[in-house]
């Protein structure tokens, strides 16, 4: 006995099989692109932090340990749990520049994954006392 089949039997079936291979690829992606706002984020964190100690050392009678303190509490009220692991610098700072570097890791979604590594520097001029002179 022979049945014919149409088309739409042939396919009966496909669709579970084609949902079972792409649902771990779309769920990768998905983790990817997750990441990938984490890492960014914890980008910016480390960038606003770095300026925010470059504005508070280059002050008026301040030094490169205030900019370093500015810049570690504003890692720890914007950054939190996203940028793990910071570290403050302020190598390369000399007498008429500040510098102020940030370093730290991005956190991962996957446990016991390392995280993206984040660096950010931002560094200005120290404000001085000066007078006039020329006699005018």
């Not at 992606?29 to 508070?56: D, K, M, P, W």
């Not at 446990?111 to 020329?134: F, I, L, Q």
């Amino acid at each position: 006995m022979f049945i014919a089949l149409n088309a739409a039997d042939r396919d009966r079936g496909s669709s579970p099989i084609q949902v079972a291979i792409l649902f771990p690829v779309v769920i990768l992606l998905i983790f990817a692109i997750v990441q990938a706002f984490l890492a960014a984020y914890a980008h910016n964190v480390a960038q606003t932090a770095a300026r925010e100690g470059v504005s508070a050392g280059r002050m008026y009678g301040a030094g490169p340990g205030d900019g370093a303190a500015k810049a570690r509490s504003a890692v720890n009220a914007l950054g939190g749990d996203i940028l793990v692991d910071s570290h403050v610098s302020t190598a390369g700072s000399t007498a008429a520049r500040i510098r102020i570097t940030v370093q730290g890791r991005a956190i991962s979604l996957l446990p016991g994954m390392g995280g993206w590594p984040v660096t950010a520097s931002a560094s200005g001029p120290v404000e001085r006392w000066t007078t006039a002179t020329g006699g005018r």
